[in-house]
C-alpha cells in the first residue's frame, strides 16, 4: 500500500497486524499506511474490527502479530468527551502537559475551537458539542502526528454533527495530522476523509479515494452495496477512485 498524500513520511505503518480474543481473531494480517495530512476513514459492520485496530493503533491494546510503527503518544478523541468534571476547561485541555505555559497553550487551543472565553467554565455547564470541542481542543494541544476518532460525533445532532464536521476539517488542514476516523456512518465519512476504507472479516476489504469532480452519489452507492446497504440517490458531486484493495496498491 503506498502513500496517498504524496511525498508525506507516513504517521503510522501497520505491517501483519493480528489481534485475537481468546480463540476468535478480530484482525488478521492487517496492513495500513496513513500519511502525515491524510484523512482515512474507517467504515466496516459492528463487530468486524474497526475499534479493535484504533486501540492498537492507540497503544491501548496489545497486538498477537505483525508490527505497529506509530508515534508514542497519538491523540485518541472518543464518542464520550471523558472530561474530567472537577476540572476546568483549560485544565482538562492541559491534561498531561508541561505544567509551564499550560494554561498560554489550553487558551489558544480552545480559541481554535471557539471556546476561547471559556477557560475557567466547567464540563457540566457544556453542551454536548461543547465537550467534544474540548476534546478536540485536548487532543490538538499535543500538535500529534497521529490523530484517533472513535466516533466522536455519533451522539451528537445533526446539526452540531454537521459544524463539527467543518470544525473538524479546517483543524485538520492547520495541523496536518494523520488521521483515522471510526464511524458507522457512510455521508461522514465522505464529507471527511481523503480516503475511505472498508473493513471485513479483520482485514481492508476495499478502498476508496476521493477527490474533487465526480459524483458523490457514485460513492455512496459504492460504498453501501458493500456493506450489503440498497441506497436511495442523493449527494453532491465528488470525484472517486473505487477498487477492491487486491487490484490497488501492493501491500508492505
Not at 493480528?18 to 491524510?38: F, N, P, Q
Amino acid at each position: 500500500m503506498t502513500l496517498a498524500v504524496v511525498g508525506a513520511k507516513p504517521a503510522v505503518v501497520v505491517r501483519k497486524l493480528v489481534r485475537r480474543y481468546g480463540e476468535r481473531t478480530v484482525i488478521d494480517g492487517l496492513d495500513l499506511v496513513i500519511a502525515r495530512g491524510e484523512f482515512v476513514a474507517l467504515l466496516g459492520e459492528s463487530g468486524c474490527g474497526k475499534t479493535t485496530l484504533l486501540r492498537a493503533l492507540a497503544g491501548l491494546d496489545p497486538i498477537d502479530g505483525g508490527e505497529v510503527d506509530a508515534p508514542r503518544r497519538p491523540a485518541v478523541v472518543f464518542q464520550e468527551h471523558r472530561l474530567l468534571p472537577w476540572d476546568s476547561l483549560w485544565r482538562n485541555v492541559s491534561l498531561g502537559q508541561p505544567e509551564q505555559g499550560a494554561r498560554e497553550r489550553a487558551a489558544a487551543a480552545l480559541a481554535e475551537v471557539g471556546l476561547g472565553d471559556r477557560l475557567d467554565d466547567w464540563p457540566r455547564n457544556l453542551s454536548g458539542g461543547q465537550a467534544q470541542r474540548v476534546a478536540l481542543a485536548r487532543a490538538l494541544v499535543q500538535e500529534p502526528e497521529l490523530l484517533l476518532l472513535d466516533e466522536p460525533f455519533a451522539a451528537l445532532d445533526a446539526l452540531t454533527r454537521l459544524k463539527m464536521h467543518d470544525l473538524v476539517k479546517d483543524l485538520i488542514a492547520l495541523h496536518r495530522p494523520g488521521v483515522l476516523l471510526v464511524t458507522h456512518d457512510v455521508d461522514e465519512a465522505i464529507a471527511l476523509a481523503d480516503r475511505i476504507l472498508l473493513m471485513r472479516d479483520g482485514a481492508i476489504a476495499h478502498e476508496v479515494r476521493l477527490g474533487p469532480a465526480a459524483s458523490r452519489h457514485g460513492v455512496r452507492e459504492t460504498l453501501l452495496a458493500q456493506l450489503g446497504v440498497h441506497a436511495s440517490p442523493r449527494g453532491r458531486d465528488l470525484a472517486v477512485q473505487s477498487q477492491p484493495l487486491s487490484q490497488s496498491s501492493p501491500s508492505l
